[in-house]
């Protein structure tokens, strides 16, 4: 029985992310949040459970990567069809260049799959954040009463650039941390207690706010991080 439960865990997931993807289209944007969220419980307590449980198998891992797909990867998809969406009496069927989120989150999770070097850190940006980066913006644009068909006519270019930038960094070369770390020392995990430190400033500023801002702070510290290891190096 114990080897179905991380599967099960994986399904909620899935439901989550579905139920997500209805809220996005929906512009409820405040539910697809909170579906990114669980699915972000849900996609940790899984691979939790396989561990503690020794209940891996096959199945279970391309179980994962297809709800991820859905979660992390339709969801922001939608959100950001439905932020072109205002544009398309001008520009038909512009709003589908948001799908291309989805098509890149298709790709990142296939090459994650295949990737041996990612076992501790990531190369290109994992689709959990990119999720939470388009959830909380768009979340944030319609709380804070920005959400107005005229606003994103305007500015639809913006949300243009945003999917080209962030399907370009789903499959990018560049390294980034990630949050698993093997001890509570500083000496190792430097960049992750200045990540948190961070995240703790932005929620106290900003606080249901700071989701997106989160993610952008997490690609300054990847980027930055780079920087740093290839000056290093040339040294």
Aim: hydrophobic fraction near 50%; charged fraction near 15%; charge should be neutral.
């Amino acid at each position: 029985m114990k080897k179905y439960l991380p599967n099960f865990i994986t399904c909620l997931n899935l439901c989550s992310g579905i139920i997500g993807v209805i809220a996005a289209y929906e512009e409820n944007y405040d539910y697809a949040l909170l579906c990114v969220v669980l699915s972000a419980v849900f996609d940790f307590l899984d691979g939790f459970t396989a561990r503690a449980l020794n209940a891996y198998s096959d199945i279970g891992k391309e179980l994962d990567s297809l709800a991820d797909l859905i979660s992390f990867g339709l969801v922001p998809g939608t959100i950001a069809f439905t932020l072109l969406r205002p544009v398309a009496s001008l520009f038909p069927y512009i709003e589908y260049v948001g799908f291309l989120i989805t098509v890149f989150s298709a790709l990142r999770l296939a090459k994650f799959n295949i990737d041996e070097r990612q076992k501790e850190s990531f190369i290109g940006l994992a689709t959990p954040p990119n999720a939470f980066l388009w959830a909380g913006l768009a979340f944030s644009l319609q709380q804070l009463c920005v959400w107005e068909y005229a606003f994103l006519r305007d500015y639809y270019y913006v949300v243009l650039l945003l999917v080209a930038v962030s399907s370009y960094l789903l499959v990018s070369p560049i390294p980034m941390f990630s949050l698993k770390a093997k001890s509570l020392k500083w000496h190792g995990n430097e960049i992750r207690y200045i990540f948190l430190l961070g995240c703790i400033v932005l929620l106290c500023i900003f606080k249901q706010h700071a989701v997106s801002l989160i993610i952008v702070w997490y690609l300054v510290l990847s980027l930055g991080q780079m920087a740093f290891l290839r000056l290093k190096n040339r040294q």
